[in-house]
Every structure is written in C-alpha cells, then in structure tokens.
C-alpha cells in the first residue's frame, strides 16, 4: 500500500506555455506530470502521484477564491495522504501560489510541502507552511526533486523532523534542538575568526529584526508638492539602454521625463521578465503613471511631477540589492527638493 | 610568558574501600577518611558515597556541584585558591588532574534549581556527566538546618539555606582536593602545556595576528546564583582580568544553578571549553590575550557598571575580537545584550554564546533582550524542550524533589518512575561556554 500523493504544479511545468498561457485555470490530470515523474522515482514506489492539479500563475493570483475551491474540491474527492506543490524556484507567481495553495490544503489536516528559492515572494510563508529551500532556477530540480521527496515521505510516515539547517527547510520561526558535530566552544572560535577576517558567516540565532519603516508625515498639501514616480515595474526607454535585467537587477536607471506628456509605446517599454509585457510595452503609462500625474500637475492638484524617474526591475531582485538602490536614488531625490514618492510594483 | 603544564591521569574505575591511591588507572577511596573530612562541617549531619559509571542504568538528583579532582604539583600557590588553599594567585607551574571522572555533590534540595544526571538512556545525550565516572557525594543536613513548617516545600528553613550551600559546596572541593591529592607523586599518563605571553610579548611574538580577549560572565545574582573567584564573591568585584591558566587550578568555582542546564559548574569552569579553543588557536589564527571576567548582578546600576568595565578593558587592551559567555538566562539576557553593545561599539567584533528559552513549542523569543549588534551567536539549544525519561534501576540521592527542580511540573514524575520534564532539569545540558554540541536553529 503506497501513500497517495497530489501534485500541484503550474501552467509553464505542465509543457501547456510559457507567460502567455498563465491565465488557464486549474485542470485535474492523471498520475504525474513533468517534473511529478523525478518525484514519483524519488519514492520509488512508497508513494506515488494519483492526481496532478494544473494551474495557471496568472490564474491562481487574480481568481485565487475560485482557484482553492476548485483544487479543494478535487482534493476532498480524492483524498490524498499527501499534498505537494512546485517546485516554484523563483517564479514569484507560482511560489505564492504553491504557499497559499499548499496552507489551504493543510486546513483540511492533509499534510502539505512545497519549495522554492528563499528570495521567492512565496517564502514569506515559511511560517506557515514547510517550504523547502531550493535553488533560484529550474536548474535546480536536480537537487530539489529528491530533497523534497525525502522530506515528504518523512512526514508522510509521522517521523521526527529535525532543525531547519538539518532537513532542508526554511526555518519557520520555531527554534529545534540538534547536536552539532563540534562543541559550540569550537563553533565560537572559528565563528569569531570568520567575522575578524570579514569572511561571510551563519549565526546559529538572528536576532529578532524588528524592521519597520516608519512612515513620514503626511504632506500637508499637496499642491505645493513636488511628486516622483519610481518603480520596480522595470519602464525603461526603448532598447533597455542601460540593460537592466528581467530579473535579479544588478542596478537601477535613471531617466528623464521633462516633456513627456504621457509615455508612449515607441518611446518607452518594459524591462521586466516577471510579467506579461504585453499591456505594459502597449501603454506603458499602465505601470508608471506619467498621463495621470501631468492631468494632476494641470489640474493643480499636485505642485509638479518630478522631471526624472528611478526604475528597476523587482522580479527575482534580492532584498539587500533593492535596499542598496533605494538608498543610492533617495539621496537624489532628496537633493531635487522631491517631497513624496509614488512606487509603482508588478 | 605565563606556563602551566597540565598532567592528565585517565581514570578507569573507582572503588570505595578502605583505603585511598591511584592505581594502574583505578581510583581507590578510603570511605571512612572520606566521611570524616566532609562531617568536619557541623552543617552537615551525615553522607553517604557512590559510583555512578557511564553506561550503568542510573540516576543522579538533586545535584549541586561538579568538580574534576586537581592538585598543584610545582608553583605558586594551590588547587581552588581562597577557598581549599591560600589565596596566592596561580595559573603557573604543574598541576595534574584526575580525567574522565569527577566529584558530583548531591542531597537534600536548597532551592528550586539543583539537577539530574541519567548515566544511561535519552537523558545521557543531553548531559556531559555521563560520559564521566562519578563519584558522588550524598549530603544530610543538619537536624538544625531544617524548615521547622513540616508542610514546606522545601526542606531546609530559609534563613538556614546560605549556609547549607555553602557546606555541600565546601564539601565538594574539599572531596576533589583530597581524590586530587592522591596523584601528587605519580606520573601522569600525558601532559600538555599553555602558554600565555604577557601584552607586549604577545604583540612582538604575534604581530599580524588579531588579537582575541575571552570575556567570561559569572552569575552573580544571590543564593544558588553565585559564583566565587579567589573565595571572593564576584557580585562584590568590578570587572577584571585573569590569566587564562588560572581558571585551570580552580580559581573560579560555582556556587550556582541558575537552572540546572546553564549552569557552570566547577567541572566546568576548570575545563573552560572557550579557553581551550582559544589556545588552540593561539599562535595560529589569534593571539589570546587573557580572560576578562564580569558579573551578572541584578541591580542596573551594576550592569551598567560592569557592562562598561567589560567594554572599558577591551578598549583598554586595543583587543580586535571577544569571545562572550553568558551564564544563565532571562534577567543575564540584558547583561550579554549590555556587554555585546558596548564593546562591539568599541570596535572589537564579538561572537557570543548562549542559550535559549524559546518555549516548549519553540515558537517564543528565544531571549528576553535582543540587539542587531549581536550577529555572531553560538547557542547552546532551546532549554525548554521537553523530554520523557524512562525509570533508571538505580537512583543516587532522592526523587522526592524532582517535581520542583526548574524545568519540571507537579507530575514530572509520574508513576512507572519515568520522569517528563524540560530538558533544563539535565545538569549542564545547554551550557553556554560552547562545553557541548547541542544547538538550535
């Protein structure tokens, strides 16, 4: 008797397309599908994969209430041991969808895994649900496949699941005991050397951030204001001059907008790899507003749009590197007497 | 250039009888000259001795201290200055040590935080002293130490509990110092020297090496959390330096059990895991520069004031790194927040250990002041973790306490003799000098 397992995976994994077919709701297919198959060996018959559940990315985030009752509805039916999901690497869509999925699932007291890239929009549910760390491409399903499946069939047969760093997983904010293979003495020291000689380093307890931005004063009015459009929705002048990436942005661009009444598709597109850039390169206006703002500059309801605009491209952009960029450009702002900001996301 | 050759005799089996020596590897102990010296103490009405060895099916609770027997052969001064020998400082010359056992007091409880150790089972992971033969030392107070409230819960009357500590800690060294004693004119089965420069040597011999303080915080916070250094208790001294071999001939012993886990007992304290590191590194990848001692008192104004001295002498010392050791939990929190802060302000980079309280569950802070500063932590395991202990054939000392040792609930020990407690019950199971390999992440 082998477990039965359910496998969720999306449009791209299923060979149904690729952006341009993210919008296909959710289908209930046969046994295994794509990368099910490195999954269903990995169990080598402890388990197998009854049912895969298809889902479009773009389906899942824009009817997400009619997507969960669907894929419940067959979940209940079927009535799997197990539930798995992705893996997303660092499709920000599918991991969200995978994350919320999976959490949905859970509910019904199945038990439940996924996994992706530990910068994936999806893994700020690792609290909530186990999401097992891979790498940041599909390159990885090498080593995610049978990562995943070990981990799965450990909770599948009830068995101990030890620390994070041990087992793969993100760490979900719960701390667990494990024995080192050296005494933390030891540990102390070569931590300590590592950090004299600015070697990177793992402390065994981040402490507790307690990161928040605090929000400036509210402008008090408005007409007065000078006003800057920014955006992680990647809008760059046509070519991508200064070739930012479609993901994981090494830098950030600068351009000027003086004279521009609105954005039009000759003259500006979009850089961003995350999106379907159809609409965007159509009226790029739809991601970086400069049509509505220079309505509001006439109208008087703000003082002036800022003649230059910051962009880079969110998609797959680590934290730090986002960080870096915003405190490089808010400097220029600053120094242009800029007093808000309008940040545009995809 | 401060040396200390350290002899080791490997222990293999202890015997009480008649009569007291080392021989081919086996502790013999004379029991009545034993019994004599401890009842030397009018605080103590009698005690009994027993072997526990690793492997057996034994438990040991309520237990206070631990202690590994060692006797100053050559150089100033003896073993466990101010409090068995004189004060005259030491850290210098031969001293041996009795390895792979050790001295462990037990007997009626104190207060709320002696110990267990199981020499056999779970519980035998999670505690060094099983791995070590154990001579243990079973204590009865004073017919005239005890609570006159028949209903107490605690047996030993309140006003009587310092003193009683202070004789079951007294007996320990005392026991440690005799079995010690014993090796004097033998020949160790291995030596091995440490060598500290003084400043200017280390900065001549070591220039392009970084050089590294350890900074060692002693519970100082009263009864059962104090600890004592050269006999002076270290809640009455301002922060100050050592020579890292003198924590190898005991000038530091424990009068302390924060809670069984995180405390540092004697044992301990001589085998200072973090000054063991250190000089293995020394000459190679750092120059240890010596040991800064500081205290965990409970009043602000000495946190503020020893957290600044601790700060003030790495500054002082031009020091590049420190290693901090916290000892205990909860209040401590904010001295190890304190010191961290403070001397990573100075400039020096720190790496601090210690361990956590994050809940049965896991889920909770794991320590009750946090600082982004603190970015390089070892931990010694989340204490809270519960663990089911299955009945031990022998015990040594009593189970009638166990239900109140910190870490268990009324019903820890439930009736087929098994014992479900936190893991914090376990005698240095999460020690906070890095002593073993438990963690958590």
Redesign the interface.
């Known amino acids: 008797m082998s477990y039965k397992v359910v496998h969720y995976i999306n449009q791209f994994f299923a060979n149904i397309g690729g952006e341009e077919m993210a919008h296909v709701a959710p289908e209930l297919r046969e046994g295994f599908v794509g990368p099910g198959m490195a999954l269903n060996n990995a169990w080598k018959g402890e388990a197998e994969i009854v049912n895969t559940i298809v889902c479009g990315d773009s389906y899942f985030a824009e009817h997400e209430k009619e997507a969960k009752e669907q894929i419940l509805g067959w979940v209940k039916e079927i009535k799997p041991d197990f539930f798995i999901a992705g893996p997303a690497f660092n499709a920000g869509r599918y991991g969200y969808a995978c994350a919320n999925i999976c959490i949905a699932v859970q509910e019904l007291g199945i038990p439940v895994l996924t996994g992706m890239y530990t910068e994936n929009p999806g893994a700020d549910y690792k609290e909530k649900v186990m999401i097992v760390a891979t790498r940041d491409s599909a390159a990885g399903m090498r080593q995610a496949a049978p990562a995943m499946a070990k981990l799965a069939m450990k909770l599948m047969k009830g068995e101990k699941i030890g620390a994070s760093v041990e087992e793969g997983y993100m760490n979900m904010g719960i701390r667990v005991n494990m024995f080192e293979k050296e005494r933390g003495a030891k540990r102390a020291v070569d931590m300590l050397i590592k950090k004299l000689n600015n070697q990177p380093f793992v402390t065994e307890y981040p402490m507790p951030s307690f990161d928040r931005v605090a929000p400036n004063p509210a402008i008090k009015d408005l007409s007065k204001a000078t006003i800057a459009l920014c955006t992680s929705g990647g809008i760059v002048p046509h070519g991508n001059p200064d070739h930012i990436e479609s993901s994981s942005a090494s830098h950030y661009g600068e351009y000027d907008i003086g004279g521009w009444d609105a954005l039009t598709p000759e003259g500006w597109e979009t850089a961003h790899g995350g999106y379907d850039p159809i609409y965007a390169n159509a009226n790029p206006n739809r991601v970086l507003p400069v049509d509505v703002m220079r309505e509001f500059e006439r109208e008087g309801v703000i003082g002036k749009l800022h003649n230059k605009f910051y962009t880079t491209v969110g998609n797959g952009t680590a934290v730090a590197s986002a960080k870096k960029f915003a405190a490089e450009y808010a400097q220029k702002l600053v120094a242009a007497g800029v007093d808000a900001v309008i940040m545009t996301s995809t | 250039m401060k040396t200390l050759e350290l002899g080791y005799f490997h222990i293999k089996d202890i015997v009480i009888g008649s009569e007291s020596k080392i021989e081919n590897g086996v502790l013999y102990v004379d029991e009545a000259a034993v019994k004599a010296l401890v009842l030397e103490d009018e605080n103590i009405k009698d005690v009994h001795f027993d072997v526990a060895r690793p492997g057996e099916s034994v438990r040991i609770t309520p237990v206070k201290d631990v202690i590994e027997p060692r006797v100053k052969v050559e150089g100033p001064g003896g073993i466990f200055p101010g409090m068995i020998s004189k004060v005259e400082a030491v850290g210098s010359g031969k001293t041996y040590c009795l390895k792979d056992m050790a001295v462990v007091t037990a007997g009626k409880i104190v207060g709320f935080q002696e110990g267990l150790i199981d020499m056999s089972g779970p519980g035998a ?1 999670y505690t060094p002293f099983s791995k070590t033969i154990n001579f243990c030392v079973v204590c009865e107070p004073a017919d005239f130490l005890l609570a006159t409230d028949p209903t107490a819960t605690l047996p030993i009357e309140n006003a009587k509990k310092p003193e009683y500590e202070k004789a079951v800690r007294m007996a320990g060294l005392k026991v440690a110092a005799y079995l010690g004693e014993l090796a004097r004119n033998l020949t160790p089965d291995e030596t091995e020297t440490f060598s500290t420069p003084n400043l200017k040597e280390g900065m001549e011999m070591f220039p392009d090496l ?1 050089r ?1 303080v350890y900074v060692a915080m002693l519970q100082t916070q009263g009864l059962l959390h104090d600890t004592y250094v050269y006999g002076v208790d270290a809640k009455r001294t301002l922060s100050t330096m050592l020579w890292p071999t003198e924590i190898m001939d005991g000038c530091i012993v424990s009068g302390n059990c924060v809670s069984a886990c995180d405390k540092n007992p004697t044992y301990i304290h001589e085998n200072n ?2 000054v ?3 000089f ?2 020394h000459g190679k ?2 120059n240890f520069v010596g040991v800064i001692i500081t205290n965990e008192n409970v009043y602000l104004a000495d946190k503020q004031r020893s957290s600044d001295w601790a700060a003030k002498l790495c500054e002082l010392l031009g020091v ?4 901090v ?1 916290q000892e205990g939990f909860g209040n401590p929190d904010t001295d190890l927040i304190m010191n961290t802060v403070k001397i990573e302000k100075k400039g020096v ?6 361990d ?1 309280y ?1 809940g049965q ?3 909770s ?3 009750a002041d ?3 500063l ?9 204490a809270n ?1 519960v663990i089911v202990l299955p009945k031990m054939d022998k015990l040594i000392g009593m189970l009638d306490y166990v239900d109140v040792i910190a870490g268990s609930h009324a019903g820890s020990l439930r009736e087929d003799g098994s014992i479900e407690a936190e ?1 914090q019950i376990l005698t240095s199971c999460n ?11």
Do not use: C, W, Y
Not at chain 2, 374 to 382: F, L, Q, S, Y
Not at chain 2, 431 to 441: D, H, I, P, T, Y
């Open positions: 992971d970084p590294v895991p973090v063991h590191e250190l293995k590194q990848t750092l590049d790194g420190a290693i050791t980079k720190t790496t601090i250990v210690t956590e994050a569950d896991g889920k802070q794991s320590l946090a600082d982004q603190a970015d390089a932590v070892v931990t010694g395991g989340n973790q893991i020690n906070e000098m890095g002593f073993g390999k438990l963690s958590a992440r």
